[in-house]
């Protein structure tokens, strides 16, 4: 078979695996980005699709554009195959990472740096106001059904309050919540497994939101259903009553962030309760924190124990 019917019969493959509301998305990308890389690069057909399809889907929960001047940038690539493929296994990012790279440079935009840079802050990564996250709770509670409205609350709660992405908010039970006397703790599984203690304020709105749920059940979305992150995006693409600042998963996540690094949290301690690899991704969120008075800075430098 040719290379290009090849490429032409991966393509297809990954079109039927995806939904159709999702390759309505990325396909255009992955399409046009394949047939261009694919003679100039050594990778087979199927290997360039699935690393475009990942890189696709990670610049679609950003909050991106899908363009080859601003997702085949090194530092683009690095940030998402780094953060934003928790689907993938630590090996095949590894494997997805140079083939990405090769594509960005047979046919990435010009002056793409050799060396990878810190990755610039983006509009996504915008915390919400205070006005705002209560405009999102009053959101969440007029959704029509008692699933609808415990989802949407979870979505906010769990975003706002333990800093999940989409993906881990998909892929949590019921059972992953851990009551303790000091609050509930959020067990994250996945490539990133580690331990969230909910932010205070959202202990109520969490657990109106799980109210009449079993250990098993999903704590978005309750019921069979699969894991494409497009779920989160349908849902609030079809709920009712949208806030002014319409409810994003980043966002709400960058807020998280944000209040903890404002407030002083360790940022070893905030690193890893984000997932994060290194405080390197830390960066990006520091422009929106706010920094402390003079005085303090002063005397926290100065008597540092």
Known sequence: MSDTKLLESALRLYQAKSSASEWTTIGPFVLETARAAAPLVSYPPRRIIHALCNLARACVELGWPLETATALRREVIDFAVSNQMPNLSAGSRTCVRPILLRIAEAIGPEGTPRRLAAL?????????????????????????????????????????????????????????????????????????????????????????????????????????????????????????????????????????????????????ALSRAAGFSSLESLNRFMPFADAPMDELADAELRHAM
């Open 120 to 268: 610039p802050g983006s509009e996504p990564s915008r915390p919400y106001t205070s006005e705002e996250l209560g405009e999102l709770a009053w959101w969440a509670r007029t959704q029509s059904g008692r699933w609808r409205c415990g989802s949407a609350l979870a979505l906010v709660s769990l975003g706002a309050g333990a800093g999940l992405t989409s993906s881990e908010l998909l892929h949590l039970r019921y059972g992953d919540l851990i009551r303790e006397p000091r609050g509930t703790t959020i067990e994250v599984r996945g490539p990133r497994t580690r331990r969230v203690p909910l932010l205070a304020q959202w202990e109520s709105p969490l657990v109106e939101a799980c109210r009449d749920l079993d250990e098993r059940d999903w704590v978005f979305r309750p019921g069979p259903r699969g894991h494409h992150l497009n779920l989160v995006t349908n849902f609030i693409a079809k709920s009712a009553g949208a806030p002014s600042a319409r409810p994003n998963m980043q966002r709400l996540r960058a807020t998280w962030l944000i209040l903890h690094i404002s407030a002083g949290t360790h940022l070893i």
